[in-house]
C-alpha cells in the first residue's frame, strides 16, 4: 500500500519568505510523487511530479521539490511566497507498477500574510 | 484543447435520492478515475477505469456506488439512497495510457450536498 503524510494542516508564511511544505511517502515500489495546488473553488492543478529522472524537480510559479529516497520525503520548497501562493496543497503518491491511482495527504492550507 | 469536465458543478438533492454525475474526459485518454474530496481532507480514490472495464473498484464505500462507461469515454459515477455522510466533491480524472508521464488531469468536481 501506499501513503503520504503531511504534517501542519496550516501554514502561515509571510510574503517574500520561504516557503516549506514537508512531504513523507510510504510505498512499496518506486513511485511516482507529485504535489497538486488547490485555489478556492478552482480544480486540482499539477505543481511538478517525480519520475524517476532527476531528484530536484522544479515546477511553476517557482516552486520546486527534492525526492529523497533515503528519508523517503519529497518536500515542497519556493524561495519567496506570494500573495498568490495563499492555496491547499497536496503531496501525491502513485504506484506505477499498479493502476496509478492517487494516493493523497490530507492537504496544507497556506497562508500568506501580508 | 478542452480538459476533463463534469456535470453538473453543484448538485443538491435529499437524503435517500438517486444521483448521476457525469465525467467527459480528454479525447483519446483511456485512463479514467474517480476521486471523492471529503471536507477538510485529500481526495480519496474510488474506481479506475481502463477503456470501458472497471480495473479497480476497490475504493468504492458501499454497494450504493457505482459506476459506468460504457463507450470508454464519458463516465457516469451513480449513488442510490444517498446519505448525508455522501456530501463532498466528487472529482474526475483522465490519464493518457502509454504516454511520456502517468499525470493525471483533473477535472472542477461536482459538489454533492446531501440534506
Known amino acids: 500500500a501506499q501513503s503520504v503524510t503531511q504534517l501542519d494542516s496550516h501554514v502561515s508564511v509571510s510574503e517574500g519568505t520561504p516557503v516549506l511544505l514537508r512531504c513523507n511517502y510510504s510505498?512499496?515500489?518506486?513511485?511516482?510523487l507529485f504535489w497538486y495546488v488547490q485555489h478556492p473553488n478552482k480544480g486540482l492543478q499539477l505543481l511538478l511530479k517525480y519520475t524517476s529522472a532527476a531528484t530536484l524537480v522544479k515546477g511553476i510559479n517557482g516552486f520546486e521539490a527534492e525526492f529523497k529516497k533515503s528519508e523517503t520525503s519529497f518536500h515542497l520548497t519556493k524561495p519567496s511566497a506570494h500573495m498568490s501562493d495563499a492555496a491547499e496543497y497536496f503531496c501525491v503518491v502513485s504506484d506505477r507498477r499498479g493502476n496509478n491511482r492517487l494516493a493523497f495527504g490530507k492537504g496544507n492550507q497556506v497562508v500568506v500574510i501580508p | 484543447g478542452a480538459g476533463v469536465s463534469q456535470t453538473p458543478s453543484n448538485k443538491v438533492t435529499e437524503k435517500g435520492k438517486y444521483v448521476e454525475l457525469r465525467c467527459d474526459p480528454i479525447s483519446g485518454h483511456t485512463a479514467l478515475y474517480w476521486y471523492r474530496q471529503s471536507l477538510g481532507q485529500g481526495p480519496e480514490f474510488l474506481i479506475y477505469f481502463q477503456g470501458t472495464g472497471a480495473a479497480d473498484d476497490s475504493g468504492l464505500p458501499n454497494d450504493r456506488f457505482f459506476a459506468v462507461r460504457p463507450e470508454g469515454s464519458v463516465s457516469t459515477l451513480k449513488i442510490q439512497r444517498t446519505e448525508r455522510g455522501d456530501s463532498a466533491v466528487y472529482l474526475c480524472?483522465?490519464?493518457?495510457?502509454?504516454?511520456?508521464?502517468?499525470?493525471?488531469?483533473f477535472g472542477p468536481g461536482t459538489r454533492l450536498t446531501v440534506l
Open positions: 480524472a483522465s490519464r493518457q495510457e502509454g504516454g511520456p508521464t502517468n499525470e493525471q488531469f
Open positions: 510505498s512499496s515500489y518506486s513511485p511516482s
